[in-house]
């Protein structure tokens, strides 16, 4: 794939005269995809980069924002889903808007969407009288809080075992750049990712910051994890919506209503639908590309052993102390 065939976010041509020189002063390397520079303690490629210093200089926030963040390929598309259907709960009896549009059309990427082409999107299609805005992200916590600038809007955070979501990011980024899938590729993003070097990364330093910033402030922001959203959805969707002050009550408990959300936001569900078969994002992406297996512990069958016992060892060094794992 020619380098103006890539999703615009991972490119480097759309750079502002100021970012560039602000480039000049930063760390840079390069994976197997683009340049990279290491701004605020994040690896980006150049024109995310651009989106990142829209976005903290440009977005006001009002206090009742969502921000969704997570790390990619930890389940973002299923978090959408699941908040949407959740604020959404009383209202379209039919016309569900997950029926019509992907779960990222609804809930936009700031960085990589909404400021990536733009230092003043349009934001007021987002705006509605009776539902929270909702933006989603792959910023670390301090990075998406500057561009906040004091607004306590919440902010839940989705974490995945970084060998599933590496896997993940192997089979997405060989379908959308059309490549074959070689373990030459797969081994040189476990590298990308073992030292650092790698989109959004240190993946450790990013989930680290939504830790840490849970363990200060729970009510503000909320840490779940894929594998405890597969293991126990009812429960884990339960605390989602007690985190946004919306919990289920009895009567929709009893009358199945989180059974209902789960079901309209399973993969096999948006998968089927057509928008999410045949439609596309604003880099160009189809989205079907963001639904696969959905299964903890896929890495087993592309990793080695080697290689799991690498990122087993370099996360647990990195983690040591937080009191998380994942
Ligand atoms: P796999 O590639 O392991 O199957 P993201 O949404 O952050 O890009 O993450 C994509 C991963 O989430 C993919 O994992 C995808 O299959 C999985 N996924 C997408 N939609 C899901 C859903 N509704 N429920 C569970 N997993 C989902």
Known sequence: MADNELPMNLREDNVSEETKKLISSLPTDKDCVGKLCKYQGCWYYYNTLQGVINFQNNFQAQETDIILASSPKSGTTWLKALTVALLERSKHHDGHPLLSDNPHALVPFLENNLYLKSSTPDLTKYSSSSSPRLFATHMPLLTVK?????????????????????????????????????????????????????????????????????????????????????????????????????????????????????????????????????????????????????????????????????????????????????
């Open 146 to 326: 500057e561009g906040l600038k004091g607004s306590p809007c919440k902010i839940v955070f989705m974490c995945r075992n970084a060998k599933d979501a590496l896997i993940s990011l192997w089979y997405f980024r060989c379908k959308y750049q059309k490549l074959e899938m070689t373990r030459g590729i797969l081994e040189s993003m476990f590298e990308s990712l073992c030292s650092g070097v790698s989109f959004y990364g240190p993946i450790w330093d990013q989930v680290l910051s939504y830790w840490r910033g849970s363990l200060e402030d729970p009510s503000r922001v909320l840490f779940m994890k894929y594998e405890e959203m597969k293991e126990e959805p009812y429960a884990q969707l339960k605390r989602l919506a007690e985190f946004f002050g919306c919990p289920f009550t009895e009567e929709e408990e009893e009358s199945g209503g989180v059974e209902k959300i789960l079901e309209l936001c399973s993969l096999p569900s948006l998968s089927d639908l057509e928008i999410n078969k045949s439609g596309k994002n604003v880099n160009g992406v189809d989205y079907k590309f963001y639904f696969r297996k959905g299964e903890v512990g896929d890495s087993k069958n592309h990793l080695t052993p080697e290689m799991e016992s690498k990122i087993d060892m370099i996360i647990e060094e990195k983690l040591k102390g937080s009191g998380l794992s994942f």
